[in-house]
């Protein structure tokens, strides 16, 4: 049988759609498996969450690097500072302890005038004094000799700044701790002794005063009162102690 095509071209166009809709048919035929579209998807998320690892670590490294660049930079410009900062905090120590050790000396240097006066003007009559000592360690750091100077001084370089403080103030605490002394003497008089004791006691200078003994003895054929005193010294009010300024005269 023969057709005759009244419409050109339509034939051909029909032929071409067949033909396409084959090739895509044929294409997706291999592909139609489940399986087979899962593993396609897994290796497209797998490759794109590399991907994505791989720009944030490189962003990650490219901010590590500029902070350390930073960093060392920094160090740089602050390492002479620093070292200035720990030089002066090194001269600062020394001088406060050696501030500590001045006050000590200078805090105890008027303080066997002081209670040798007191003792003086509370001694009454027919009352004399034989010996007057002290028994405690003396309270200033200056009564070192050389030898242990220089040990206190490569001790001192080794501590840290907190123990060079902590060291200095044990110096001023120490310098201001009580000095105990003894004070031995003769009376015909007990009532002379209590009012001695009681004298002594009421002054700024002194504390803690207690008889520790008391004996008949015979002085130059004549029975007395032989005594023994133990007391303290005390730091007095500031509106007791009175400062005046020493002028030279002209020569």
């Not at 405690?136 to 242990?148: F, Q, R, V």
């Not at 031995?184 to 520790?212: C, R, W």
């Amino acid at each position: 049988m023969i057709e005759v095509n009244l419409l050109p071209g339509t034939g051909s166009r029909s032929r071409e759609g067949a033909s396409l809709s084959d090739m895509i048919s044929g294409a997706t035929a291999g592909i139609r498996d489940k399986y087979m579209l899962a593993a396609v998807g897994s290796v497209g998320t797998v490759v794109a969450a590399v991907a994505l690892m791989f720009m944030s670590q490189s962003n990650l490294e490219r901010t590590l690097t500029e902070r350390e660049q930073k960093a060392m930079q920094d160090s740089a410009r602050y390492k002479v500072v620093l070292a200035a900062r720990e030089k002066a905090e090194a001269t600062r120590d020394s001088l406060y302890h050696q501030v500590a050790i001045i006050k000590s000396i200078d805090d105890s240097r008027y303080l066997w005038p002081h209670l040798l006066e007191e003792i003086s003007n509370a001694l009454p009559q027919y009352t004399w004094l034989t010996l007057v000592t002290q028994t405690s360690a003396p309270p200033t750091a200056g009564i070192m000799d050389s030898t242990k100077k220089k040990a206190v001084a490569d001790s001192v370089k080794k501590l840290s700044a907190a123990e060079k403080k902590a060291r200095a103030e044990a110096v001023l605490a120490d310098a201001a701790r009580a000095t105990k002394f003894r004070v031995v003497g003769h009376t015909v008089d007990i009532q002379a002794l209590t009012l001695f004791m009681k004298t002594l006691e009421a002054s700024p200078y002194i504390q803690n005063v207690q008889l520790t003994r008391s004996d008949l003895v015979i002085v130059d054929t004549k029975e007395v009162t032989e005594f023994q005193l133990e007391a303290e010294s005390q730091q007095p009010p500031p509106f007791l102690v009175r400062t005046v300024s020493v002028a030279l005269g002209d020569k």
